[in-house]
T-cell receptor, first 112, second 116 residues
Framework: DGGITQSPKYLFRKEGQNVTLSCEQN?????MYWYRQDPGQGLRLIYY???????QKGDIAEGYSVSREKKESFPLTVTSAQKNPTAFYLC???????????FGEGSWLTVV | GENVEQHPSTLSVQEGDSAVIKCTYS??????FPWYKQELGKGPQLIID?????GEKKDQRIAVTLNKTAKHFSLHITETQPEDSAVYFC???????????????FGQGTILTVHP
């Protein structure tokens, strides 16, 4: 099936540990995005990438890092510097010539 | 940067009634306005979108209207059904060629509940 796969679905980590969320897409999309969603709030952009080996900070990049070594992959690392990492994380992608942004099913991260 | 405000935050209707959700945006250069539906624990799904050169678009029971002068756009759902219950998000995207191109700014979301 074509689409965006995020893993793991649920992740628990201790405070102070880094954690990496995986995002893979087989849609041949050039652009990829990471959003964070907190209860009762809209989606906020963390990082985005429009081509391989290039990415830009979004509105809330502090405490996060990304890489874009392959077109189909855009992993997100939540570092210990992120003060409130517990949230629902959504990966998305878009064809560079299209308008529609497609979302994965999300990853729940809980830091205790 | 772009700022999108969405109202109401919660909306409760009876099955068969209409539901309207409204959004305003701040950047007059924004040119693309999608609406997403999100079910519990899942990623948002696009339900309808509109470009800035169009005033209204319909797809069966849902429609979106855009007023560029006032910088607001609305989602209309007619003949609501219980399966329409979900969180709905509006969004706005910056103009091509700018550094914000491709970035969507989302509203805060509306929890729609349709009672049987």
């Amino acid at each position: 099936d074509g689409g965006i796969t995020q893993s793991p679905k649920y992740l628990f980590r201790k405070e102070g540990q880094n954690v990496t969320l995986s995002c893979e897409q087989n849609l041949n999309h050039d652009a990829m995005y990471w959003y964070r969603q907190d209860p009762g709030q809209g989606l906020r952009l963390i990082y985005y990438s429009q081509i391989v080996n290039d990415f830009q900070k979004g509105d809330i990049a502090e405490g996060y890092s990304v890489s874009r070594e392959k077109k189909e992959s855009f992993p997100l690392t939540v570092t210990s510097a992120q003060k409130n990492p517990t949230a629902f994380y959504l990966c998305a992608s878009r064809a560079i010539t299209g308008n529609t942004i497609y979302f994965g099913e999300g990853s729940w991260l809980t830091v205790v | 940067g772009e700022n999108v405000e969405q109202h109401p935050s919660t909306l409760s209707v009876q099955e068969g009634d209409s539901a309207v959700i409204k959004c305003t945006y701040s950047d007059s250069a924004s040119n693309y306005f999608p609406w997403y539906k999100q079910e519990l624990g899942k990623g948002p799904q696009l339900i309808i979108d509109i470009r800035s050169n169009v005033g209204e678009k319909k797809d069966q029971r849902i429609a979106v209207t855009l007023n560029k002068t006032a910088k607001h756009f609305s989602l209309h759902i007619t003949e609501t059904q219980p399966e329409d219950s979900a969180v709905y998000f509006c969004a706005a995207r910056g103009n091509a060629g700018g550094t914000s191109y491709g970035k969507l700014t989302f509203g805060q979301g509306t929890i729609l509940t349709v009672h049987p």
